[in-house]
């Protein structure tokens, strides 16, 4: 069975762009979380879908956007971005809401 | 306020010597605990969970925890740590049936032959 898959796992952006990152689940789970790794904040929550519902909602501004479609792939969109927004993005799936598989990442560069 | 703490940032130890990385919590509720392990430029890899029953688990590569709610404690040891294990491991904890984890901030380990 394919793992979670993230494309693209590389971007480069400028300031003020956007972005949309996508997640591919692994087949049969519902549930998609995203996840932001910076060297100063480590592994902050930012949403959960299940079910193309958003369940969980972390602590980030609006510019931060996510949606799951019928198939459970879900994409992640950031708007404006600023040079904090440089980070590893990662996409986690699950069957039961309890054990969490994740994908590579997505490694996104603000310039 | 729900965290977990790991308070050991960076640790060294030998090839075939015993380990132990520290993770305390805060949780108001039965929390759901699990250790991960990141290599560089890499995922999570996932290497093992507690969520009830017997407070000594075990996971993949060897490792095992132990969950002491006494001490609000869920350490991850391994007896004899091989090179390949020098990596990122974080604790998490979360809640019954949401994916929403809260990570503490990670322990590097480092590996000397």
């Known amino acids: 069975k394919a793992g979670v898959t993230q494309t693209p796992r590389y971007l480069i952006k400028t300031r003020g762009q956007q972005v949309t990152l996508s997640c591919s689940p692994i087949?049969?789970?519902?549930?998609v979380s995203w996840y932001q790794q910076t060297p100063g904040q480590g592994l902050q929550f930012l949403f959960e879908?299940?079910?193309?519902?958003?369940?969980n909602k972390g602590n980030f501004p609006g510019r931060f956007s996510g949606r799951q479609f019928s198939n459970s792939r879900s994409e992640m969109n950031v708007s404006t971005l600023e040079l904090g927004d440089s980070a590893l993005y990662l996409c986690?799936?699950?069957?039961?809401?309890?054990?969490?598989?994740f994908g590579p990442g997505t490694r996104l560069t603000v310039l | 306020a729900q965290s977990v703490t790991q308070p050991d940032i960076h640790i060294t130890v030998s090839e075939g010597a015993s380990l132990e990385l520290r993770c305390n919590y805060s949780?108001?509720?039965?929390?759901?605990l699990f250790w991960y392990v990141q290599s560089p430029g890499q995922g999570l890899q996932l290497l093992l969970k507690y969520f009830s029953g017997d407070t000594l688990v075990q996971g993949i590569k060897g490792f095992e925890a132990e969950f002491k709610r006494s001490q609000s404690s869920f350490n991850l040891r391994k007896p004899s740590v091989h090179w390949s294990d020098a990596a990122e491991y974080f604790c998490?904890?979360?809640?019954?049936?949401?994916?929403?984890?809260?990570f503490g901030t990670g322990t590097r380990l480092q590996v000397f032959p």
């Open positions: 879908y299940f079910s193309e519902t958003q369940r």
């Open positions: 998490a904890v979360g809640p019954y049936n949401t994916d929403k984890l809260i």
């Open positions: 986690a799936s699950s069957l039961d809401g309890r054990e969490q598989f």
């Open positions: 087949s049969g789970h519902r549930s």
């Open positions: 949780y108001g509720a039965t929390p759901y």
